[in-house]
C-alpha cells in the first residue's frame, strides 16, 4: 500500500512539474570607478582635506547588480544588489590591501505582479519610489531612495492614471535606553513612520500635470535614538523632536501629521520651447508648536532645444527659517539627498555617479536661486556636454539659524551668497562604457557667522572623473 501511495504522488508531482511555467531570468548592473579632486567645502578655514574629513584626491568604486526572475507579463520578482560605495584603500570598506570586500547589500527586492482580470498592477517589497518632477528637485523621494511598501498603479486611458502607495519608511528602530540615560518601556514603540500617497499623472498633447499628496504619520519616538545615524535619519524629518526638551515630550502626539503635496508639470505645445515647473508644500503637526515643522517650495524652468544644445534659464525659492524658535521650523520636511537636482550638482546633492557634492546642503531648502545653462551640447559624436551658473541666496533669518543651531542643519542667511559654475562632459567610449566628468567651482561670501560649525566657510571645488559600465 505504501509503495502505490508514494508512485501517486510521485506522479502528481511530475505532472504539477510539467504543467508549471518556466521562468526566464534575465540580470543587468552597473560598474562606476570614480576618481576626484577637490578642495574647500571645510568647516574651518585652515582645515587641510575636503570638508575636513576626506583627502583632497579620493578614489571609490559601486557596483549595481539586478536580477529579475520573469514568470510572464503579468508576474515577476526582482532582486538588486549593491556593493559599495568603497573608498580605495579604507579597511572599513573593505577596499584595503587584505581586507576583502565586506560591502555587498540588497538594495532592493520586490515583487511585481498584476491583479487577474484586471489593469492593476501591484509592486511589493524593497523599492525605489519616486514622487514626480519636471523641473528642478524632489524634496520627497526620488527613485534612488528605497523603502518598504506596496505600489499600485492604474492607466484609465492615454490621459489619465493613478498610483497609489503604502510606504513604511521607519519602523521598530527605537532602542530600549532613552536619550537621557533612563531605560523606557517604549523600546520599538511608536517609532513608525507610515505613509499613504497617491500621484495623478494627466498627459495630454503638449502639456503634462501631476499634482500628487501624501498624508504620514509619524511616532513621537521615531527620533529619539539614533538621531546620529544618517542611516536612519537622512533628512530633516522629524530633526526638532530629535533634540525635544523633557518638560515638553509628553505634549508630543503619539502620532504627528505629516502632510505632503505637489503640483508639477509642462509645456511643450511650442516645441522646441518647453516650460516646467515645480511646487512642493509640507507640514508636520507634532502637538507642540515648537516641533512642527511647515514649508515650501517652488521652481520654474524654461528652455529652448537647438541642433547642438538646449540653452535654459530657471529660478527657485525655498521658504526659510524666521527669528522665532518656539513656532517650529519654516523649511521643507526632506528625506536626505535626492542626487536627483538637475540644477545645481555641487552646491546641492545632484551628482548621478558617486561624488561628493552637497557643499551647501543636501537639498535646496532654505534657499533661493537663479541659473542660466547650455545643456546637452554636441559638437563631436558620442561627447556631450552641459555648463550651468547658479547664483544661490538664502532665506533664512540669521537668529533663527543660530537658534537651529543644536540639530545640526544649517543653510544660508538672507544676508550670504554663494555662485556655482561647472561643466559635466559624457562621452561614449563603447556601446556600454561611458565616461562622465564634472568639474565645479564654488565661491562663498558666508564667513560673517562664526556661530556655525555645520556648513562651508571656504570656496569650494572638486573634479570629478568617472567611467561607468552598464549593460
Not at 583632497?56 to 559601486?62: D, L, M, P, V
Request: aromatic share 12%.
Amino acid at each position: 500500500m505504501k509503495k502505490i501511495v508514494t508512485l501517486m504522488l510521485a506522479a502528481a508531482m511530475l505532472c504539477g512539474a510539467g504543467t508549471a511555467q518556466a521562468v526566464d531570468f534575465s540580470a543587468k548592473g552597473e560598474w562606476v570607478m570614480s576618481f576626484e579632486a577637490g578642495r574647500g567645502g571645510s568647516f574651518d578655514e585652515d582645515a587641510y582635506g575636503y570638508g575636513g574629513e576626506e583627502d583632497n584626491f579620493t578614489a571609490r568604486q559601486r557596483i549595481r547588480l539586478q536580477l529579475d526572475a520573469v514568470a510572464s507579463e503579468a508576474l515577476s520578482g526582482t532582486v538588486y544588489f549593491q556593493i559599495g560605495d568603497q573608498v580605495w584603500g579604507k579597511s572599513e570598506d573593505g577596499a584595503a590591501l587584505g581586507a576583502d570586500g565586506r560591502q555587498v547589500k540588497v538594495k532592493q527586492a520586490y515583487l511585481d505582479w498584476l491583479v487577474p482580470g484586471t489593469a492593476l498592477t501591484l509592486r511589493m517589497g524593497l523599492q525605489g519610489v519616486s514622487m514626480p518632477s519636471f523641473a528642478g528637485q524632489q524634496f520627497s523621494f526620488d527613485e534612488d531612495h528605497t523603502t518598504a511598501g506596496i505600489v499600485a498603479s492604474y492607466k484609465f486611458n492615454d490621459n489619465v492614471a493613478l498610483t497609489g502607495m503604502w510606504l513604511r519608511l521607519y519602523n521598530d528602530n527605537f532602542a530600549d535606553e532613552r536619550p537621557d540615560g533612563e531605560h523606557g518601556r517604549d523600546a520599538g514603540y511608536l517609532d513608525n513612520v507610515d505613509m499613504l500617497a497617491l500621484v495623478l499623472p494627466l498627459t495630454f498633447d503638449g502639456v503634462n500635470v501631476t499634482p500628487w499628496a501624501a498624508y504620514g504619520l509619524v511616532g513621537r519616538n521615531y527620533a529619539m535614538r539614533g538621531w546620529d545615524d544618517e542611516d536612519l535619519h537622512p533628512g530633516n524629518l522629524g530633526f526638532l523632536m530629535g533634540n525635544v526638551r523633557e518638560q515638553d515630550r509628553s505634549g508630543l502626539k503619539d502620532y504627528s501629521d505629516l502632510l505632503l503635496a505637489g503640483l508639477t508639470g509642462e509645456v511643450t505645445l511650442a516645441d522646441p520651447f518647453r516650460i516646467a515647473w515645480d511646487f512642493q508644500y509640507s507640514r508636520l503637526s507634532t502637538g507642540k508648536e515648537r516641533y512642527d515643522q511647515q514649508g515650501w517650495f517652488a521652481t520654474l524652468l524654461a528652455e529652448y532645444k537647438l541642433d547642438w544644445a538646449t540653452p535654459g534659464l530657471y529660478a527657485w525659492y525655498a521658504s526659510g527659517e524666521d527669528d522665532d524658535s518656539s513656532n517650529g521650523s519654516e523649511r521643507m520636511v526632506t528625506f536626505g539627498a535626492q542626487g536627483g537636482n538637475e540644477y545645481a550638482r555641487f552646491a546641492f546633492d545632484g551628482q548621478e555617479y558617486i561624488s561628493r557634492g552637497a557643499v551647501l546642503g543636501d537639498t535646496m531648502s532654505g534657499t533661493w536661486g537663479v541659473g542660466v545653462r547650455l545643456a546637452d551640447m554636441s559638437f563631436l559624436e558620442n561627447v556631450k556636454h552641459s555648463l550651468r551658473v547658479n547664483y544661490i541666496g538664502g532665506t533664512n533669518e540669521k537668529d533663527g539659524l543660530k537658534n537651529m543651531e543644536e540639530t545640526g542643519l544649517n543653510s544660508l542667511t538672507r544676508e550670504e551668497r554663494a555662485l556655482e559654475a561647472g561643466l559635466t562632459t559624457e562621452w561614449k567610449l563603447y556601446e556600454n562604457l561611458t565616461l562622465h566628468s564634472d568639474i565645479a567651482y564654488l565661491a562663498l561670501w558666508n564667513q560673517n557667522y562664526g556661530f556655525r560649525d555645520g556648513i562651508s566657510k571656504t570656496d569650494a571645488w572638486n573634479a570629478n572623473v568617472s567611467f561607468a559600465y552598464s549593460f
